[in-house]
């Protein structure tokens, strides 16, 4: 099922963490507040990956709260706690968590910060780059005692990863442009973890040379871009006839992302980049 909102969770992630990317060098897990004591019992998260991240190492037991974008069943009947940018502070502390986990932008260091200031361990895991969110996942892994759990996640992307680089190195490079909105145009630029899995499905991005990992691209770029391939990874079709219409558009093929997989970096990135390799190459099958 195709999620309604997720767009705008989305689009808003995509913005603020790319604002933080560029204002932010401390790309590491790392963690504010009060040192944890003993075993991680009650954990919040404030956003869906982090939720995927602690429900796939089988440690779905400790949550306690989440994001009102979550839509996972295991979490639909736990409290929410706001979004990626607007937390609430106090449903946070009324949960009474040992740990919250964050994925920190400019947006939510505020409220962030005043759970510490109030003394709630708080993780922050940056989740701009595959690499970003390895980490983010061994350092969730090792927070909650499930190490081993994590660094088989991270094995099982490693593994799909290098599978779809070596099939991809027999087979045309397709020129791609992947979009996550149409009004405004929003697409995967450099440094974003969707121009990685982009360029390991063997594609070029045609919007590699935007200056940000998720830009508002223009109408005049994206005519001169040309791409043999548009990734339609919105949800809401608004302004998608006018860009589909576009000389240089209107010829290419248009696929649509089958699921969410490759749009939280998380445990799902793996799923997203077979989905993705298959989109580009549909006749060649993954093994």
């Known amino acids: 099922m195709r999620i309604r909102f997720a767009p705008l969770f989305l689009l808003a992630t995509l913005a603020l963490s790319g604002a933080a990317g560029a204002a932010d060098t401390q790309h590491a897990p790392r963690f504010l507040g009060p040192k944890r004591e003993g075993k991680v019992q009650r954990v919040v998260t404030i956003a869906p990956s982090l939720t995927d ?6 440690a779905g037991g400790t949550l306690v709260g989440v994001s009102r974008f979550d839509t996972d069943k295991a979490v ?23 740990l919250v986990l964050v994925q920190p932008g400019p947006g939510n260091q505020r409220p962030v910060e005043r759970m510490a200031e109030l003394g709630i361990p708080v993780l922050l895991l940056p989740l701009h780059t595959v690499a970003d969110t390895l ?32 099939a991809a190195k027999k087979l045309p490079t397709p020129r791609v442009l992947l979009a996550y909105g149409f009004e405004p145009l929003v697409v995967a630029g450099p440094g974003s973890f969707a121009d990685e899995l982009l360029r390991d499905a063997g594609a070029l991005n045609v919007a590699a040379d935007a200056g940000s990992a998720y830009p508002v691209y223009s109408v005049e770029r994206v005519v001169r871009a040309r791409p043999d391939v548009v990734v339609d990874a919105a949800d809401v079709d608004v302004g998608k ?16 992302m089958p699921s969410l997989a490759l749009l939280q970096p998380g445990p ?20």
Do not use: C, N, Y
């Open 53 to 58: 991240m602690v429900l796939s190492m089988g």
């Open 76 to 98: 639909a009947a736990l409290p929410r706690v706001g979004g990626f940018v607007d937390p609430s502070v106090e449903a946070v502390i009324a949960l009474k968590p040992d």
């Open 135 to 166: 980490a983010a996942i061994r350092a969730v892994g090792q927070a909650l005692g499930h190490e081993k759990e994590a660094e088989a996640i991270v094995s099982q992307f490693e593994a799909t990863r290098a599978r779809i680089r070596e």
């Open 241 to 256: 006839e006018k860009i589909q219409a576009l000389p240089g558009l209107s010829a290419a093929r248009w696929v649509k």
């Open 268 to 287: 799902s990135l793996g799923r997203g980049l077979e989905e993705l390799f298959r989109l580009l190459h549909p006749d060649v099958p993954v093994h």
